[in-house]
């Protein structure tokens, strides 16, 4: 879970017990789970009880009776349990790790196997203040069904108190994307390529899986110890059925393909779009820019580098204007000149590292 203290903010648009026990006679004893005693003559008259359940005697046989939950809880049900066996005290919070708009994120270690996960708590009044209840449980559940893939944060815990939500994930060591451009700038070829295809075998998953993911940024990517990536932060994610669109405008704004600036409906080659921006910033330290209003006239304009014939082709196919044009699917990005001969089982095993390639091109950087 990263930080979200950084330049870049995601833009968001968000659509705007009582009852009488009846008794076979009227004489009948009402027991509290506290042992107090109360004589009651008629059912009318019952007592008003303020615990959470009482225990009833009827012809000297007991029933246990559960008030109901509150609307407060039942709201973000069923996506986050109310007994859960794993709770907040549960695990050992460390540190501070980051902050959103609904809480903070933190480091902490689960008491019981003394594993290190990233503990995110938000604030219930803060969602529903922001009409974002729906927003909040769509994280959780594409998380939870989609994070057994190795390139995607998995969420092995989640549960709500009276006013909290609680959301369990990996703790992924590496830091953010981000701070890997900030401190290098620019990346060298071989890990450009190693992490576009990283990121292209988790969105290719998401999308086959009916999920597109709409805020995918260099902050939203963690890598882990031997720097592999792994995408995080589902906030913005939608159910969407592949070949299906939608219309709403969120995201945030550097990594926006052109067809969502424009209020027209999008669908999963948006991801496709960001992946190209990164791409970009990975290759050059800078942003592309689309150049021209509408559609029909608007190109793509690449920073002023030099680029070799395959990088500019993946760019170029990457960052296409037009969405049906666009590069976006594994299998055409496995066919094209900079993946010649690339050996894609050992990126899906993670055989490859990152860190490693890395190291070999700041050496070479030293000794010239």
Request: proline share 4%; charged share 25%; glycine share 6%.
């Given at each position: 879970m990263g930080n979200t203290n950084h330049k870049t903010n995601s833009i968001i648009y968000l659509s705007n017990s009582s009852g009488n026990l009846q008794t076979e006679n009227n004489s009948?004893?009402?027991?509290?789970?506290?042992?107090?005693?109360?004589?009651?003559?008629?059912?009318?008259?019952?007592p008003s009880i303020k615990r959470r359940w009482t225990l009833v005697k009827f012809d000297n046989q007991r029933k246990k009776t559960i008030w109901p939950l509150s609307q407060l809880k039942l709201l973000f049900l069923p996506d986050f349990p109310v007994n859960s066996t794993t709770t907040e005290h549960s695990f050992k919070i460390l540190e501070e790790i980051g902050s959103g708009s609904f809480g903070k994120v933190y480091r902490a270690i689960h008491l019981d196997t003394k594993t290190t996960f990233a503990?995110?708590?938000?604030s219930k009044s803060q969602i529903i203040q922001e009409d974002a209840v729906k927003q909040v449980k769509t994280e959780v559940?594409?998380?939870r069904v989609c994070g057994h893939h190795a390139f995607i944060v998995s969420c092995p815990y989640h549960w709500q108190s009276r006013t909290l939500l609680y959301i369990v994930s990996d703790y992924i060591e590496g830091g953010e994307l981000y701070k890997l451009?900030?401190?290098?700038?620019?990346?060298p070829l071989s890990v450009v390529q190693l992490y576009t295809a990283e990121i292209a075998l988790a969105l290719d998953f998401l999308h086959n899986a009916g999920v597109v993911h709409r805020d995918l940024k260099p902050e939203n990517i963690?890598?882990?110890?031997?720097?592999h990536v792994c995408l995080i932060d589902f906030g913005l994610a939608k159910w969407l059925p592949y070949g299906n669109k939608t219309r709403r405008v969120c995201g945030t704004l550097q990594y926006m393909a052109p067809e969502v600036l424009r209020f027209e409906e999008y669908g999963h080659a948006v991801d496709w779009w960001s992946l190209g921006v990164i791409a970009c910033l990975m290759i050059t330290g800078q942003y592309p820019k689309v150049i021209g209003e509408n559609g029909a006239n608007q190109k793509i304009k690449l920073p002023d580098v030099f680029l070799e014939v395959p990088v500019r082709d993946l760019l170029l196919r990457l960052l296409e204007i037009d969405p049906t044009k666009r590069l976006r699917s594994i299998?055409?990005?496995?066919?094209?000149?900079?993946y010649k001969g690339y050996n894609w089982d050992d990126v899906k095993t993670k055989k490859i590292s990152p860190n490693e390639l890395l190291k070999i091109h700041l050496k070479k950087k030293l000794v010239k």
């Amino acid at each position: 879970m990263g930080n979200t203290n950084h330049k870049t903010n995601s833009i968001i648009y968000l659509s705007n017990s009582s009852g009488n026990l009846q008794t076979e006679n009227n004489s009948h004893k009402v027991e509290s789970s506290f042992d107090t005693v109360q004589d009651c003559t008629d059912t009318q008259s019952l007592p008003s009880i303020k615990r959470r359940w009482t225990l009833v005697k009827f012809d000297n046989q007991r029933k246990k009776t559960i008030w109901p939950l509150s609307q407060l809880k039942l709201l973000f049900l069923p996506d986050f349990p109310v007994n859960s066996t794993t709770t907040e005290h549960s695990f050992k919070i460390l540190e501070e790790i980051g902050s959103g708009s609904f809480g903070k994120v933190y480091r902490a270690i689960h008491l019981d196997t003394k594993t290190t996960f990233a503990l995110k708590v938000l604030s219930k009044s803060q969602i529903i203040q922001e009409d974002a209840v729906k927003q909040v449980k769509t994280e959780v559940h594409i998380q939870r069904v989609c994070g057994h893939h190795a390139f995607i944060v998995s969420c092995p815990y989640h549960w709500q108190s009276r006013t909290l939500l609680y959301i369990v994930s990996d703790y992924i060591e590496g830091g953010e994307l981000y701070k890997l451009l900030k401190l290098h700038y620019t990346l060298p070829l071989s890990v450009v390529q190693l992490y576009t295809a990283e990121i292209a075998l988790a969105l290719d998953f998401l999308h086959n899986a009916g999920v597109v993911h709409r805020d995918l940024k260099p902050e939203n990517i963690l890598l882990d110890k031997d720097g592999h990536v792994c995408l995080i932060d589902f906030g913005l994610a939608k159910w969407l059925p592949y070949g299906n669109k939608t219309r709403r405008v969120c995201g945030t704004l550097q990594y926006m393909a052109p067809e969502v600036l424009r209020f027209e409906e999008y669908g999963h080659a948006v991801d496709w779009w960001s992946l190209g921006v990164i791409a970009c910033l990975m290759i050059t330290g800078q942003y592309p820019k689309v150049i021209g209003e509408n559609g029909a006239n608007q190109k793509i304009k690449l920073p002023d580098v030099f680029l070799e014939v395959p990088v500019r082709d993946l760019l170029l196919r990457l960052l296409e204007i037009d969405p049906t044009k666009r590069l976006r699917s594994i299998r055409t990005l496995q066919t094209i000149a900079l993946y010649k001969g690339y050996n894609w089982d050992d990126v899906k095993t993670k055989k490859i590292s990152p860190n490693e390639l890395l190291k070999i091109h700041l050496k070479k950087k030293l000794v010239k």
